[in-house]
C-alpha cells in the first residue's frame, strides 16, 4: 500500500537527517517545505519534497492537501489513561475551596481512583481506555506513553499493565509502558511506607519483569507522597529489573529530585512547575529532558513550568498532556500546544517541536518517530485548510485536523 500526499501547503518538521532532540536554541527552528509531497509505503515515510520534483502520481491513494499543514504525530511522553470511573466531584470541591492536597488527605485523589480500579474488571478497564484512547487518536496522538499508578496493590498493577499491553498490542498507536506503583500509599500502607516499598520491590517488580510488562518506572517524588531516600531505592529496584527511570517530581514543592534523578539516568523528568537554579543545572549535560504538562497547570490553577527559563538555560523540553481523572481530565495535545505558547511564553516553532521530536525522545523513541525522515514511521496529521502552522496555537478551542495517518493507516 502506497499513499502520496500532494499540493501540501506546509510540511512542517523535516529532518533529512535525524536528530534525536532538540535543545535551547534548536528549537525555535521548524523545518519545513512548502508546496510539498510526502511519499508513504506502508507504514514508511519514503520520500518528500517540493512538488515541482514529483516525478509521477501513482500510489495506491492519493491525498489531495490543498491549503493544508502535514506534520508528525503528536508523541505524548506522560499519560495515566488507564484508569476507572472520574472524578468529577473532586472538581466542584476544588472550586469551592479545596486544594489538591486538601483532596489527597481525606481520602480523594489517587486513592479514590484506586479503589474503584481495585473494582473494575480487567475487561472494563480495557473498554474504558480505548475510549479514551480511539479519541486521543482521532486528536493527532500517534505516540503515547501510559502509566499504572492507580492500581496500588499487587494485583491492580498488574491489570493495570496487563490492560497496556493489550492496548500495544491491538492499537496501531505506539505505546510505552510505566510502572507508577510509587504514585501514593495505598490505605492498608498508610502507617507503613517501608512495607508498600517492600511489596514494590519485592513482589511487583519481579512479577512485571516476568510478564515483560513496564519499559519505566516512575515515582511521584513529592512532599506527602515518597521522598528522596524512597525515590531511590525504587529507581535502584526498577533498574535491575531492567527498568529506566521517568521521574514525576517538582510539582508542588523542589527538594534536589531532579539531581537524584539525572544521577540515576532518568530519561525525562516530568512537572517542574517548581524550579530552582540548582535544578537547572543539573540537568545541564545530561541525557535527562524535562517535559511540561501544561494542561495539568490550567486544570489545578497552580504555576506553569518555567519553559523559557529552561530553553533559554539550553536545554531540551518537551511537551505531553498527563491525561489522568484527577488533575488533567484530557488527553488533547493540541490544547497543550495552544496553552504552552499562551502561558509559557512558548514559541509556535519551540511548543511543535517539544510535542513532537522532544515528546519522542522522553518515551526512548526519537530513531522512529517525532520528525518527517525518510525511514521513519509514517505517522501523520493533515489538517484542515489553515493560513499558516502559527494558526494552529492561536486557534486554541477548534479542532484543526482532518485527517490522522498512523503506520500508514487512515485512522
Same mark, same amino acid.
Given at each position: 500500500?502506497?499513499?502520496?500526499?500532494?499540493?501540501?501547503?506546509?510540511?512542517?518538521?523535516?529532518?533529512?537527517?535525524?536528530?534525536?532532540?532538540?535543545?535551547?536554541?534548536?528549537?525555535?527552528?521548524?523545518?519545513?517545505?512548502?508546496?510539498?509531497?510526502?511519499?508513504?509505503?506502508?507504514?514508511?515515510?519514503?520520500?518528500?519534497?517540493?512538488?515541482?520534483?514529483?516525478?509521477?502520481?501513482?500510489?495506491?491513494?492519493?491525498?489531495?492537501?490543498?491549503?493544508?499543514?502535514?506534520?508528525?504525530?503528536?508523541?505524548?511522553?506522560?499519560?495515566?489513561?488507564?484508569?476507572?470511573?472520574?472524578?468529577?466531584?473532586?472538581?466542584?470541591?476544588?472550586?469551592?475551596?479545596?486544594?489538591?492536597?486538601?483532596?489527597?488527605?481525606?481520602?480523594?485523589?489517587?486513592?479514590?481512583?484506586?479503589?474503584?480500579?481495585?473494582?473494575?474488571?480487567?475487561?472494563?478497564?480495557?473498554?474504558?481506555?480505548?475510549?479514551?484512547?480511539?479519541?486521543?487518536?482521532?486528536?493527532?496522538?500517534?505516540?503515547?506513553?501510559?502509566?499504572?499508578?492507580?492500581?496500588?496493590?499487587?494485583?491492580?498493577?498488574?491489570?493495570?499493565?496487563?490492560?497496556?499491553?493489550?492496548?500495544?498490542?491491538?492499537?496501531?498507536?505506539?505505546?510505552?509502558?510505566?510502572?507508577?506503583?510509587?504514585?501514593?500509599?495505598?490505605?492498608?500502607?498508610?502507617?507503613? #511506607?517501608? *512495607?508498600? @516499598?517492600?511489596?514494590?520491590?519485592? /513482589?511487583? !517488580?519481579?512479577?512485571?519483569?516476568? $510478564?515483560? =510488562?513496564?519499559?519505566?518506572?516512575?515515582?511521584?517524588?513529592?512532599?506527602?507522597?515518597?521522598?528522596?531516600?524512597?525515590?531511590?531505592?525504587?529507581?535502584?529496584?526498577?533498574?535491575?529489573?531492567?527498568?529506566?527511570?521517568?521521574?514525576?517530581?517538582?510539582?508542588?514543592?523542589?527538594?534536589?529530585?531532579?539531581?537524584?534523578?539525572? #544521577?540515576? *539516568?532518568? @530519561?525525562?523528568?516530568?512537572?517542574? /512547575?517548581? !524550579?530552582?537554579?540548582?535544578?537547572? $543545572?543539573? =540537568?545541564?549535560?545530561?541525557?535527562?529532558?524535562?517535559?511540561?504538562?501544561?494542561?495539568?497547570?490550567?486544570?489545578?490553577?497552580?504555576?506553569?513550568?518555567?519553559?523559557?527559563?529552561?530553553?533559554?538555560?539550553?536545554?531540551?523540553?518537551?511537551?505531553?498532556?498527563?491525561?489522568?481523572?484527577?488533575?488533567?481530565?484530557?488527553?488533547?495535545?493540541?490544547?497543550?500546544?495552544?496553552?504552552?505558547?499562551?502561558?509559557?511564553?512558548?514559541?509556535?516553532?519551540?511548543?511543535?517541536?517539544?510535542?513532537?521530536?522532544?515528546?519522542?525522545?522522553?518515551?526512548?523513541?526519537?530513531?522512529?518517530?517525532?520528525?518527517?525522515?525518510?525511514?521513519?514511521?509514517?505517522?501523520?496529521?493533515?489538517?484542515?485548510?489553515?493560513?499558516?502552522?502559527?494558526?494552529?496555537?492561536?486557534?486554541?478551542?477548534?479542532?484543526?485536523?482532518?485527517?490522522?495517518?498512523?503506520?500508514?493507516?487512515?485512522?
Amino acid at each position: 500500500m502506497t499513499t502520496l500526499i500532494t499540493n501540501i501547503k506546509e510540511l512542517l518538521q523535516v529532518r533529512d537527517t535525524n536528530v534525536l532532540k532538540l535543545s535551547g536554541e534548536e528549537m525555535k527552528t521548524l523545518p519545513t517545505i512548502k508546496n510539498a509531497f510526502l511519499l508513504i509505503k506502508h507504514d514508511t515515510i519514503v520520500e518528500y519534497g517540493k512538488m515541482e520534483e514529483l516525478t509521477s502520481l501513482e500510489a495506491d491513494q492519493v491525498i489531495d492537501a490543498t491549503g493544508k499543514i502535514v506534520l508528525p504525530t503528536w508523541c505524548d511522553s506522560h499519560t495515566h489513561i488507564v484508569y476507572a470511573g472520574n472524578r468529577e466531584q473532586e472538581f466542584v470541591d476544588r472550586i469551592n475551596g479545596l486544594s489538591y492536597e486538601d483532596i489527597a488527605n481525606r481520602g480523594g485523589g489517587i486513592l479514590n481512583s484506586a479503589e474503584k480500579l481495585q473494582n473494575t474488571s480487567e475487561d472494563d478497564l480495557y473498554e474504558q481506555s480505548i475510549h479514551r484512547l480511539k479519541h486521543v487518536m482521532k486528536l493527532g496522538t500517534g505516540a503515547i506513553e501510559i502509566k499504572s499508578g492507580y492500581g496500588l496493590t499487587t494485583d491492580s498493577e498488574l491489570k493495570m499493565l496487563r490492560v497496556i499491553k493489550r492496548i500495544k498490542k491491538e492499537f496501531p498507536v505506539k505505546v510505552k509502558a510505566t510502572f507508577l506503583g510509587a504514585h501514593a500509599l495505598p490505605k492498608a500502607y498508610k502507617e507503613d #511506607k517501608k *512495607g508498600y @516499598l517492600d511489596l514494590m520491590i519485592n /513482589e511487583m !517488580l519481579p512479577k512485571i519483569k516476568e $510478564e515483560n =510488562l513496564a519499559h519505566y518506572v516512575d515515582v511521584f517524588c513529592e512532599k506527602g507522597y515518597f521522598d528522596l531516600e524512597d525515590t531511590e531505592r525504587i529507581i535502584e529496584a526498577g533498574k535491575k529489573h531492567g527498568l529506566t527511570p521517568k521521574i514525576h517530581v517538582n510539582q508542588f514543592n523542589a527538594f534536589g529530585g531532579i539531581a537524584l534523578s539525572v #544521577k540515576h *539516568g532518568a @530519561l525525562s523528568v516530568d512537572h517542574l /512547575e517548581e !524550579l530552582k537554579d540548582e535544578d537547572i $543545572e543539573a =540537568l545541564k549535560g545530561s541525557k535527562t529532558i524535562a517535559v511540561a504538562l501544561p494542561s495539568c497547570s490550567y486544570f489545578l490553577s497552580i504555576p506553569y513550568t518555567p519553559a523559557r527559563k529552561i530553553i533559554d538555560a539550553g536545554l531540551p523540553l518537551a511537551l505531553a498532556t498527563d491525561y489522568n481523572p484527577g488533575s488533567t481530565p484530557s488527553g488533547n495535545m493540541n490544547f497543550v500546544v495552544s496553552t504552552a505558547c499562551i502561558k509559557m511564553k512558548m514559541t509556535p516553532e519551540e511548543a511543535i517541536n517539544a510535542a513532537t521530536i522532544n515528546g519522542a525522545y522522553a518515551m526512548g523513541i526519537s530513531n522512529e518517530y517525532g520528525s518527517i525522515t525518510r525511514g521513519k514511521k509514517a505517522n501523520i496529521i493533515i489538517t484542515k485548510p489553515v493560513p499558516s502552522y502559527n494558526y494552529l496555537p492561536y486557534s486554541f478551542g477548534e479542532n484543526n485536523i482532518e485527517t490522522v495517518i498512523i503506520n500508514g493507516e487512515v485512522i
